[in-house]
C-alpha cells in the first residue's frame, strides 16, 4: 500500500512558477514508478509527468515538455513536480499517482498503470 499526499497548488499569474510536492507513505515508494496527471473542469484526466523508482528516466506530456521538471527523494519518500513559466491551460486539479515495478517508458503515460491516487491539489493560473 502506498498513501499520498500533495500540496503546494495555489493561484498564481501567467509566467509565475509553482512547486508541487508528493509525500509517499508505505514501503513500496522506493520501488514505485511515480507520475503527476491533471484534470480540468469538464475535461479528462491528463498524462503531466512521470520518473522510474531509480529516478533515472523521466517523461512527460508533449503540454509541458520544457516547463515542468519532476524529481523524487526516495530518502524522504517524496515526489515533486516544479512548473514554469505557467499558463492558463494548466489551470487543473493535480494527482500524484504510484505504480509499484517496472515498467517501460512508454506506458508512464497510461492512468491505469498506477495502482495508487492521491486527493488533489488545485493549480489556478490566472491571465
Known amino acids: 500500500q502506498v498513501q499520498l499526499v500533495e500540496s503546494g497548488g495555489g493561484l498564481v499569474q501567467a509566467g509565475a512558477s509553482l512547486r508541487l510536492s508528493c509525500a509517499a507513505s508505505g514501503r513500496t515508494f522506493s520501488s514505485s514508478a511515480m507520475g503527476w496527471f491533471r484534470q480540468a473542469p469538464g475535461k479528462e484526466r491528463e498524462f503531466v509527468a512521470a520518473i522510474s523508482w531509480s529516478g533515472t528516466t523521466t517523461y512527460y506530456g508533449d503540454s509541458v515538455k520544457g516547463r515542468f521538471t519532476i524529481s523524487r527523494d526516495n530518502a524522504k519518500n517524496t515526489v515533486d513536480l516544479q512548473m514554469n513559466s505557467l499558463k492558463p491551460e494548466d489551470t487543473a486539479v493535480y494527482y500524484c499517482?504510484?505504480?509499484?515495478?517496472?515498467?517501460?517508458?512508454?506506458?508512464?503515460?497510461?492512468?491505469?498503470?498506477?495502482?495508487?491516487w492521491g486527493q488533489g491539489t488545485q493549480v489556478t493560473v490566472s491571465s
Open positions: 499517482a504510484a505504480a509499484p515495478g517496472t515498467y517501460p517508458t512508454s506506458i508512464y503515460g497510461t492512468s491505469g498503470v498506477y495502482n495508487f
